[in-house]
């Protein structure tokens, strides 16, 4: 009997450990390939990246931390509470959980800063008090679209990639709570 009751987990077991591999080295990769791809841009660029380099940087952490939440869940799904890589399934989807807090704390600080300094450079650079003509001046289409709009993705990808992680997180407990109150719902209409 047991043997009978092992074999679809035997036959899983390749399946739970390829996500949990995934979910554990999915966003150490993609930070990884980040990086590599921020030192070509910086040296493309001179030495200096622009705004739309670290937009581009940030979307492929934010890949790798929601694919990584992603089968890190779907490993934990996966495994019987007996088994032994539960605390590994675990292990990748905490991991994630505070990879996705990080993120999103350094990419909204970043965000904030880039704004900051977008709307610095409005300023009129001499030693004449600005006026709302002179800061008027500098107000155009490559300052909205080069340095502010930037800064809105940058707050917009933030805000994305930790709604992800966490509806990846809580998907199934989610449904089976809205499962468990159907039934209930059902019966008090019926009254």
């Known amino acids: 009997m047991q043997a009978a009751h092992d074999a679809p987990a035997a036959s899983?077991?390749?399946?739970?450990?390829?996500?949990?591999?995934?979910g554990l080295s999915l966003p150490i990769i993609t930070t990884a390939l980040a990086m590599i791809l921020g030192l070509m841009f910086w040296d493309l660029q001179n030495r200096e990246l622009s705004s739309w380099t670290w937009v581009i940087?940030?979307?492929v952490i934010?890949?790798?931390?929601?694919?990584?939440?992603?089968y890190s869940m779907?490993?934990?799904?996966s495994v019987s509470g007996s088994h032994s890589g539960v605390s590994g399934a675990v292990?990748?989807?905490?991991?994630?959980?505070?990879?996705?807090?990080?993120?999103?704390s350094i990419v909204t600080l970043?965000?904030?800063?880039?704004?900051?300094?977008?709307i610095d450079q409005l300023k009129w650079r001499s030693v004449i008090t600005p006026t709302p003509k002179n800061i008027m001046n500098n107000f155009d289409v490559n300052w909205v679209f080069v340095d502010f709009a930037p800064t809105y993705v940058l707050l917009l990808l933030v805000s994305v990639a930790v709604f992800f992680t966490l509806v990846s997180r809580?998907?199934?407990v989610a449904a089976k709570k809205a499962d468990?109150?159907?039934?209930?719902?059902d019966h008090s209409h019926t009254i």
């Open 12 to 22: 899983a077991e390749p399946e739970v450990k390829k996500a949990l591999a995934l």
């Open 57 to 59: 940087i940030q979307s």
């Open 62 to 70: 934010a890949f790798g931390i929601i694919a990584g939440t992603r």
């Open 74 to 77: 779907k490993a934990i799904r």
């Open 91 to 104: 292990g990748a989807m905490n991991l994630n959980f505070v990879l996705s807090i990080i993120f999103g």
């Open 110 to 118: 970043m965000s904030f800063t880039m704004g900051f300094a977008a």
């Open 170 to 172: 809580h998907a199934k």
């Open 180 to 185: 468990a109150a159907a039934p209930a719902a």
